[in-house]
Nanobody, 128 residues
Framework: QVQLAESGGGLVQAGGSLRISCAAS????????MGWFRQAPGKYREFVAG????????YYADSVKGRFSISRDNAKNTVALQMNSLKPEDTAVYYC?????????????????????WGQGTQVTVSS
């Protein structure tokens, strides 16, 4: 069982930056692929970024590519999302997720069905 807790959300002006983090419990964090998803009001939850459990592979949604960066620290059981050049359309609740059943060290799942554990989310609001 893994518990995930996001932090670092808030209000930021368009063009600004924000870093959100996710702390995971449990001793097998390094074996989980990790992802960030977001859900805006009235919209479906969407994939934002993912990182393989080996840490060597990352993958981004086209909408955030070049602006967001995902990283993980297996020693601290944390994964972070650095968000730069934020836009009002980035406003959403951001969720951290862990995928436990990934056997390929380089795989970064983009479909939420692959993820087994979810945090409660952190609100990111970008004002224009």
């Amino acid at each position: 069982q893994v518990q995930l807790a996001e932090s670092g959300g808030g209000l930021v002006q368009a063009g600004g930056s924000l870093r959100i983090s996710c702390a995971a419990s449990g001793r097998t964090f390094s074996s989980y692929a990790m992802g960030w998803f977001r859900q805006a009001p009235g919209k479906y939850r969407e994939f934002v970024a993912g990182i393989s459990w080996g840490g060597g592979n990352t993958y981004y949604a086209d909408s955030v590519k070049g602006r967001f960066s995902i990283s993980r620290d297996n020693a601290k059981n944390t994964v972070a999302l650095q968000m730069n050049s934020l836009k009002p359309e980035d406003t959403a609740v951001y969720y951290c997720a862990a995928a436990a059943g990934i056997t390929i060290s380089t795989m970064t799942p983009v479909v939420d069905a692959y993820y087994d554990y979810w945090g409660q989310g952190t609100q990111v609001t970008v004002s224009s």
